[in-house]
């Protein structure tokens, strides 16, 4: 059981480049999310899926795009990469709803230069 | 929207001693709220939440208090202990997601 994965572990990227980040669980859980942290920032949402084949926009979605094809995966991308978006991006899931715990994965530390 | 406020970004304790970390959320609609803890180069980890229905809840040495009326919340820690260091995160549930605050590192120094 590896709960939460997540692929790359890290990242550089170029200015304008593109690039998928791919989230795995193996928890049957409903909830899927993605957060990015930055310093002094806390952990802010950038979107979320309550089910397969749903999504919907966090609290940064901008410059983001998202897909839950399979209960599975979550993938987060960028379609133009820019400096303001190095951080490190977490995946999380949740069993039935977000009051469920969150289970974390072990986050992509992406670098724009 | 949901916006939570967390104090203070930084707590250095000796270890032994108690530590408390507080926030404040904006929405009165608010009624999950839970804490996740964060070791250096790992991922949050759930230590304990409350719901709105109750005022405290404890699990050995970490307590959680809830004034709704208010709209703060905190997280107690007692007889604190170097693995105790690490990044806390308060967080406050709606509408599907969870809006966290912006974290308090915790040193505990021997």
């Known amino acids: 059981n590896a709960g939460v994965t997540q692929t790359p572990k890290f990242r550089v990227l170029k200015t304008g480049q593109s690039m998928t980040l791919l989230c795995a669980q193996d928890?049957?859980?409903?909830?899927m999310y993605w957060y990015r942290q930055d310093p002094g920032m806390g952990l802010r949402l950038i979107h979320y899926?309550?089910?397969?084949?749903?999504?919907a926009k966090g609290e940064v979605p901008d410059g983001y795009n998202v897909s839950r094809l399979k209960k599975q995966n979550f993938l987060l991308g960028l379609e133009s990469a820019a400096p303001s978006q190095t951080s490190v991006y977490f995946c999380?899931?949740?069993?039935?709803?977000?009051?469920?715990?969150?289970?974390f994965g072990p986050g992509t530390r992406l670098t724009v230069l | 929207g949901e916006n939570v406020e967390q104090h203070p970004s930084t707590l250095s304790v000796q270890e032994g001693d108690s530590a408390v970390i507080k926030c404040t959320y904006s929405?009165?609609?608010?009624?999950?709220f839970p804490w996740y803890k964060q070791e250096l180069g790992k991922r949050p980890q759930l230590i304990i939440d409350?719901?709105?229905?109750?005022g405290e809840k404890k699990d050995q040495r970490i307590a959680v208090t809830l004034n709704k009326t208010a709209k703060h919340f905190s997280l107690h820690i007692t007889e604190t202990q170097p693995e105790d260091s690490a990044v806390y995160f308060c967080?406050?549930?709606?509408?599907?997601?969870?809006?966290f605050g912006t974290g308090t590192r915790l040193q505990v120094f021997p």
């Open positions: 999380a899931s949740s069993r039935n709803h977000a009051q469920d715990t969150q289970y």
């Open positions: 928890m049957n859980h409903e909830y």
């Open positions: 899926s309550v089910g397969e084949g749903t999504t």
């Open positions: 929405d009165s609609a608010s009624n999950y």
């Open positions: 409350i719901r709105s229905n109750v």
């Open positions: 967080a406050a549930y709606l509408v599907d997601k969870l809006i």
